[in-house]
């Protein structure tokens, strides 16, 4: 068998995590993209002390200029894993934002897409009660989610 096929290429955590992930002294960033199991993986796998901070890859304000990076926002992501979001400032007109995370969590909703469609679907589709689909995501993703937060995502 040819060796010329085997990889000669190593693999480094930046290429691998390319635009995705930045990894700072006391912090993981995530650009704004990532896929929420990217910053669950470094829940679990970062020491506790390090922070896994959403950011936005294109920070710039509804008034053309470049947004900076203002402050830290606590989210506690699905009530379980404590994430956080850059709040950004415009030097010009002085508005601040969030990062906004829309594909992952719908604004106002405490619980991300996925569970949140989840939760809808096994009710409308599979026609399980509320009740019975809370406590099986519950126990599939090991949340709290409560039968009254699952009443709710009928409004989103
Ligand atoms: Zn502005």
């Not at 979001?85 to 897409?113: D, F, H, S, W």
Request: net charge positive.
């Amino acid at each position: 068998m040819s060796r010329n096929n085997a990889p000669t290429f190593k693999f480094r955590s930046e290429l691998v995590f390319n635009d995705i992930v930045t990894f700072c002294e006391n912090a993981v960033l995530l650009k704004d993209f990532a896929p929420k199991e990217i910053a669950i993986l470094f829940y679990h796998i970062g020491p506790s002390d390090i922070k896994i901070i959403y950011e936005m890859s294109n920070p710039v304000c509804e008034c053309g200029s470049k947004l900076h990076k203002h402050d830290l926002i606590n989210w506690n992501m699905d009530k379980k894993y404590p994430i956080f979001k850059y709040r950004y400032i415009c030097p010009k007109c002085k508005k601040t934002i969030i990062t906004p995370l829309e594909p992952i969590v719908k604004k106002g909703c405490n619980y991300t897409e996925d569970i949140r469609v989840m939760t809808m679907n096994l009710y409308s589709k599979e026609h399980i009660s509320y009740a019975n689909a809370t406590k099986f995501l519950n126990e599939a993703y090991n949340l709290n989610l409560s039968r009254q937060s699952t009443y709710n995502f009928n409004d989103k």
